[in-house]
T-cell receptor, first 110, second 114 residues
């Protein structure tokens, strides 16, 4: 199975850059996903990585190292609306569903 | 929310009561999932379905039953609600389960069991 770890909380300043790390242990791997979840709302898809390297999508980038079991989500030019929880999820090679970490609550301050 | 609706949005039950949560999609996706989300626990998979007429257990299936009689609907039932089932329930859909396919979530149902 998977053991997925993320920091519980982070705080950053508007306009800055923040990196949210995710580590996982898995017996099989078929992709890593990042979701954003605002308070009281549903998770929404941000990005996925299946090969090593960096995927860039506007202000958000996601990095994966399969050999290290490590990913990060990089948020640039932070805005107040980026205050949310960020969920790391792994799709196991033999499964149909995603396994989610507990999420990182990001607070962006003025 | 990618054509995923959940009914009801909120519900308060007494211990021992039963209820059914409905997830409906208009995307014609094969895969449907039920998760629960609790503070400090993250999203945990209850049951899922890989197609009409099929269901399978997830990580935390006890106390819940599901049915997928029609492709577009996935029902989650609580036969005898317990306070431990107080949670936010999310339905998700996915076209197939290939590595490029992501899950899209419904708006959630907030359930309180007294």
């Amino acid at each position: 199975g998977q053991n997925i770890d993320q920091p519980t909380e982070m705080t950053a300043t508007e306009g800055a850059i923040v990196q949210i790390n995710c580590t996982y242990q898995t017996s099989g791997f078929n992709g890593l996903f990042w979701y954003q979840q605002h308070a009281g709302e549903a998770p929404t898809f941000l990005s996925y990585n299946v090969l090593d390297g960096l995927e860039e999508k506007g202000r958000f980038s996601s990095f994966l190292s399969r050999s290290k079991g490590y990913s990060y989500l990089l948020l640039k030019e932070l805005q107040m609306k980026d205050s949310a929880s960020y969920l790391c999820a792994v799709r196991p090679i033999s499964g149909y569903a995603l396994n989610f970490g507990k999420g990182t609550s990001l607070l962006v301050t003025p | 929310n990618a054509g995923v609706t959940q009914t009801p949005k909120f519900r308060v039950l007494k211990t021992g009561q039963s209820m059914t949560l409905l997830c409906a999609q208009d995307m014609n996706h094969e895969y449907m999932y039920w998760y629960r989300q609790d503070p400090g626990m993250g999203l945990r998979l209850i049951h899922y379905s890989v197609g009409e007429g099929t269901t399978a257990k997830g990580e935390v299936p006890d106390g819940y039953n599901v049915s997928r009689l029609k492709k577009q609907n996935f029902l989650l039932g609580l036969e005898s609600a317990a306070p431990s089932q107080t949670s936010v329930y999310f339905c998700a859909i996915c076209p197939v389960a290939g590595y490029t396919d992501t899950q899209y979530f419904g708006p959630g149902t907030r359930l309180t069991v007294l």
